[in-house]
């Protein structure tokens, strides 16, 4: 009889603890997993104002700061220079906008006005007007981002590399 | 495989054997539901832990981010509020559980000898949850936090001599600031806890070498005879009382839809600050305790209630637990609790009835939505408090102060020339308005408008037809703006007053889309145009006011009563101050010339 007393408790016990458990955990695991399930740190906007299109000489590159805000989890930082990007604007008033990174190992490219080539100065690298590799080791043309022009503005998605 | 594993890790550590011996410690005279409060502590103390630890990896301590990172728990994740929720009642909870517990120990008379120092790690345990509770209610960094706590460090600066060291110790400096937090924070995290846990230890070792103390009238042969394994008869009606008690929580939590959170610390603010409702009778003591004998509510009291409990034991040496043989110290710990309860309940009964407070209370509800609302937005890296900058309302209040006060009175603050404004546009301001428009809220003796003699619930109509013009109306009832429709068009009001064509001009205001944004922005500009007051106007036109301001000043308006909503939350000026303290003196207006 006390056995069998027990060994029903004992299984009661166990269910009714596991419901506990089980409720318990669930919220916390709920939490826990939040970065998971929302982005925590992200630019505010997508496509981001480079100024207008009056501001770029045609024909040669521009370098320019890209500014935006930057929401981080509860905080929002204003004005933040994100980086910077080549922005160049062709005879039809088209538009590439280059990423500062050279796609060998990242170094900061310059313009080279005499030579009218991109040159990185980590391994000499060389690109033309249009990106492409000249010489060198980059195993690929500059990198670019999307651009648009609206009422005027120069606007770059600066979350995606092409 | 998995046995050998098990085995081996038998052989090496005697694990399961440990388990086995503390699973069939033998419960004398039988398994009980006056035992539960124990193990339903420790139960609670976990669930604290693992909430509380949950929470850290969330949350950030210091004067500036501390308020927003609560506010992520509990408006940006998705359980987070629940966390919370349960962290904070389950303080409480572990604070009514423990008294329980004691008072049961003491009942049984569980504190004699041999278990003197049971009790006293005990009473120990008790100091620590107090502990717990004054550090987190200061962790979120709110205006209820932040007051409340001030006045439990200024206790600690009324101790003779020490005091003020001990203050400046515990705030990190002498103001409250980054370092106050840090400390709290270190305090609620790892010093208490760790404390804790040595100390319920010590309790728990206590107990298990002591045995559980039975009801005092058990007989000697039960006691003796009647022996149950902990496992599973006493820990069967542990985890009922451990579910019981986890779903009464969750209950709480969803009822109240989580723990408050304030608006942030606002240190040029004068809040009334309250404790938690287990510190409030330490609180109302203090109002008894004027001049010189503050002293007496913060120290001494306090003090020689503790050195009661501690000598307790040391005290009562009879050995009959019989509550008849304890009667003085069964009138000693009951009057001590009477005393307490009294004060709790003076506290809150004086709270009830507090004008202010209960103003205080409605005001901190609608600061806290407010905040929410702006902190959606990003808060930016000044700190919390730098959301009202942005916030169209707080410079709409400045600029009401600044130049409509004189005349409008709201909350019994300001002048009488114009309209009294408390509550102003709402149904019942309105209705208000239209059952005597001569009353001495409204335009007193320059009133040329007739009393609308009919009964409330049609001035009510009335007023739901008029502000269900503009957008914004809470919980628009249709049928009331079908009936008030009628009478507006039908009766007489459209004798004087054009409504339907925003450009009609008669005898008396245009009503169309009356109080909405655009009427309040037309009429505040210039209200002597005819499609307003015309030649009978008494109050200045304020065309001076920038777009901006007048967008503020509008939005405040709408504010004032909870039937509307703002239909545009346009921003004010952008452009924080560095190095703010109080929004409401620090706004500048950079564009008011
Ligand atoms: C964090 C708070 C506390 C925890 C987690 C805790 C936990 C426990 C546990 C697990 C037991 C053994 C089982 C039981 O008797 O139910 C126990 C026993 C005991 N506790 Fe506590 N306790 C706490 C606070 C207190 C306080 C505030 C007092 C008294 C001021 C106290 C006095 C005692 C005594 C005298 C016993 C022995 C009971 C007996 O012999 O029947 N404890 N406590
Ligand atoms: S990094 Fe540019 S060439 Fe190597």
Same mark, same amino acid.
């Given at each position: ?162 | ?341 009294? +004060?709790?309940?003076? %506290?809150?009964?004086?709270? $009830?009835?507090?004008?202010?407070? *209960? /103003? #205080?209370?409605? @005001? ?94 049609? +001035?009510?109509?009335? %007023?739901?037809?008029?502000? $269900?013009?503009?957008?914004?109306? *809470? /919980? #628009?009832?249709? @049928? ?114």
């Amino acid at each position: 009889m006390e056995n069998n007393r027990r060994k029903f408790l004992k299984i009661v016990s166990h269910s009714l603890g596991g419901v506990l458990a089980a409720g318990i955990a669930a919220p916390l695991v709920g939490l826990g997993i939040h970065p998971w399930l929302k982005e925590t740190v992200y630019g505010t906007e997508d496509f981001i104002n480079l100024g207008k299109l009056e501001d770029f000489p045609v024909g040669v590159p521009k370098k320019m700061n890209v500014t935006s805000s930057k929401m981080d989890a509860w905080n929002i930082f204003e004005g933040l220079v994100m980086g910077s990007v080549w922005v160049l604007r062709k005879e039809d008033d088209s538009l590439s906008v280059f990423s500062v990174n050279c796609p060998h190992l990242g170094c900061g490219i310059n313009w080279g006005e005499d030579e009218k080539q991109f040159l990185c100065p980590c391994h000499e690298g060389v690109f033309d007007l249009n990106g492409k590799v000249l010489s060198g080791p980059p195993p690929r043309g500059l990198y670019s981002y999307e651009t648009k022009i609206e009422n005027n503005n120069v606007l770059i998605n600066y979350k995606k590399l092409i | 495989m998995a046995n050998k594993l098990c085995e081996w890790i038998e052989d090496r550590t005697g694990l399961s054997k440990l388990l086995k011996a503390a699973l069939d410690e033998p419960v004398h005279g039988g398994a009980k539901w006056s035992y539960i409060f124990g193990s339903g502590l420790v139960f609670l103390f976990v669930l604290q832990a693992v909430t509380g630890i949950l929470m850290a990896s969330y949350y950030s301590p210091s004067s500036t981010t501390a308020w927003g990172s609560v506010y992520y728990i509990q408006h940006k994740t998705s359980f987070g509020w629940f966390v919370r929720g349960v962290h904070h009642y389950g303080s409480s909870a572990m604070m009514i559980v423990a008294l329980v517990h004691m008072f049961q120990v003491f009942i049984f008379g569980a504190y004699k000898r041999p278990r003197e120092l049971n009790w006293i790690s005990g009473v120990i345990l008790l100091l620590f949850l107090a502990g717990f509770g004054l550090t987190g209610y200061l962790l979120p960094w709110d205006q209820k936090g932040y007051w409340a706590t001030q006045v439990a460090t200024n206790i600690m600066g009324t101790v003779p001599v020490i005091g003020k060291y001990i203050k400046i110790l515990h705030q990190g400096g002498s103001d409250y600031g980054n370092f106050t937090i840090t400390r709290f924070y270190t305090l609620h995290v790892f010093l208490l806890p760790i404390s804790l846990v040595f100390f319920l230890f010590i309790h728990i070792a206590l107990f298990r070498k002591h045995g559980v103390t039975p009801y005092w009238k058990m007989r000697e042969d039960v006691l003796r005879d009647r022996v149950d394994p902990f496992w599973p008869d006493q820990i069967f009606k542990d985890i009922v009382f451990a579910l019981g008690m986890y779903a009464a929580l969750a209950g709480v939590v969803f009822w109240t839809r989580g723990a408050e959170l304030q608006a942030p610390a606002d240190p040029a603010s004068n809040y009334l600050a309250r404790p938690e409702w287990y510190f409030l009778f330490l609180f109302e003591l203090l109002k008894y305790c004027q001049g010189k004998y503050l002293i007496v509510g913060t120290v001494i009291i306090p003090a020689l209630a503790l050195t009661f409990l501690f000598v307790l034991p040391f005290i009562d040496r009879n050995t009959s637990r019989y509550p008849s043989k304890r009667i003085p110290y069964f009138g000693a710990i009951f009057s001590g609790l009477t005393g307490a309860v009294v +004060l709790t309940v003076l %506290a809150m009964h004086h709270d $009830s009835k507090d004008i202010h407070i *209960i /103003h #205080q209370r409605e @005001e901190a509800e609608k600061q806290a939505a407010r905040a929410v609302k702006l902190a959606e937005k990003g808060i930016p890296p000044t700190g919390a408090l730098s959301i009202f900058l942005h916030d169209p309302i707080a410079l709409g209040e400045k600029i009401f102060k600044e130049s409509c006060i004189g005349c409008h009175k709201i909350g019994g603050e300001g002048g009488d020339n114009g309209p009294d404004f408390t509550n102003f546009g709402s149904r019942e301001w309105i209705a208000g308005l239209l059952k005597n428009p001569k009353d001495a809220k409204y335009f007193k003796g320059s009133g040329a408008m007739p009393p609308i003699k009919l009964p409330d619930e049609s +001035l009510l109509d009335m %007023a739901e037809f008029l502000l $269900s013009q503009s957008v914004g109306l *809470i /919980h #628009q009832n249709a @049928e009331r703006v079908e009936r008030g429709k009628e009478l507006v068009l039908k009766g007489n009001c459209v004798v004087c007053h054009p409504i339907g064509n925003k450009d009609l001009k008669k005898i008396a205001p245009n009503l169309t889309e009356y109080l909405s944004e655009t009427w309040l922005k037309e009429f505040i500009r210039n209200p002597g145009d005819p499609k307003f007051y015309g030649t009978r106007n008494k109050m200045p036109g304020f065309d001076k006011l920038t777009e901006n301001q007048l967008d503020a000043l509008i939005q405040y308006l709408i504010s004032l009563s909870k039937d509307r909503t703002l239909v545009s939350e346009k921003l004010g000026n952008r452009g924080y101050v560095f190095g703010l303290t109080a929004p409401r003196t620090m706004i500048n207006f950079q564009d008011k010339s």
